[in-house]
């Protein structure tokens, strides 16, 4: 297998530029190409030996303008009984990270410098670390995440033409914080299926069938999550990131998340947030994106 974008992997960081482009009708595989050098440009300051970290992944368009032969359609908005989400599907998805702003923020620039000539900024959110990596429900996000080699077999395409690269899905969530913290933290441990200090799974008999963790803990449906919390203090909530080996496992726990699936069961998650983005993507391995 060809090596993935090892910001992928990256663990620990505490600082995220999130970019997505709408490329410009038009546009061709040569000036993406060449907008996307700022990956490698010097910049201003003296940076981290090991970082900044980038991921760069494109929609079906981004794929189709670099001639990229990766079978990936864009991302259907899905309606549920009790909760939908919507497809603002677009074309680049740059994802910068690292242990300080200033490097990150001077990466983004850089990538923006270029993709900015021939492409819309559509959505641009910095993230951060949230206390021991908590969402803003105060509740710790990536505990059940698969590690080592789980992570990469269920991040990476094991075989074939594009082995090494990876599918995203990225949606955009808005919480509604007072509605949450009004319930009481008991149920919020049951609406999420773990407990709050200290993020202990329920056990069989005492996970709810409508709890987060029941709806997407799911043996055959692995995926590697990355989300992070975003926001100020008027509007704030996560950006939800995953990397799977294929999109098919995205599809499945959206839609048991939604109450989609055969048991009719809509995730609690619902009640205090919602997806307003959507998103596919595919993180090409590192040496055909370099
Ligand atoms: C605002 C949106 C979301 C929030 C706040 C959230 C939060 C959480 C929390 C607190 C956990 C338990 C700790 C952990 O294992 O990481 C969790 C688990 C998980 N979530 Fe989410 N999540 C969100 C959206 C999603 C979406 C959209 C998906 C699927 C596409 C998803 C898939 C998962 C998976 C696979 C697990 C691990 C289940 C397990 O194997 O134990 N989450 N999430």
């Not at 999109?247 to 307003?276: A, C, K, V, W």
Request: with cysteine; glycine share 12%; proline share 7%.
């Amino acid at each position: 297998m060809r090596d993935p974008q090892a910001g992928i992997f990256q663990p620990d960081t505490t600082h995220h530029h999130l970019l997505e482009y709408r490329l410009t009708r038009g546009t061709t595989g040569d000036a993406l190409r060449e907008a996307l050098r700022g990956l490698h440009a010097p910049l201003p300051f003296q940076a981290p030996e090991d970082g900044p970290w980038c991921v760069i992944a494109f929609g079906p368009e981004g794929l189709r303008t670099l001639g990229l032969k990766v079978p990936l359609s864009p991302f259907a908005a899905l309606d549920g009984p009790r909760a939908a989400m919507p497809s603002t599907q677009r074309d680049v998805f740059v994802w910068v990270h690292g242990g300080s702003a200033g490097p990150v923020h001077d990466r983004a620039r850089s990538l923006h410098a270029g993709l900015g000539g021939i492409a819309t900024l559509e959505l641009e959110e910095r993230g951060f670390v949230y206390h021991d990596s908590r969402d803003l429900s105060g509740f710790v996000d990536g505990s059940g995440n698969p590690k080592g080699d789980e992570a990469r077999a269920a991040a990476l395409v094991a075989d074939g033409p594009q082995a090494g690269g990876a599918y995203v899905l990225s949606q955009r969530w808005v919480h509604d914080l007072a509605a949450f913290e009004a319930v009481p933290v008991d149920e919020q441990e049951r609406m999420i299926g773990r407990t709050k200090p200290d993020s202990v799974e329920f056990d069989g008999d005492r996970m709810p069938a409508d709890a987060h963790v029941a709806r997407t803990d799911v043996s055959e449906a692995k995926i590697f999550r990355r989300s992070m919390p975003i926001g100020g203090v008027a509007e704030h909530g996560l950006y939800f990131l995953a990397f799977g080996c294929d999109t098919e496992r995205f599809d499945l726990l959206l839609r048991r998340m939604l109450g989609l699936s055969e048991d009719g069961i809509t995730d609690r998650l619902f009640e205090f947030t919602q997806p307003r983005t959507g998103s596919l993507w595919f993180a090409p391995p590192a040496e055909e994106l370099a």
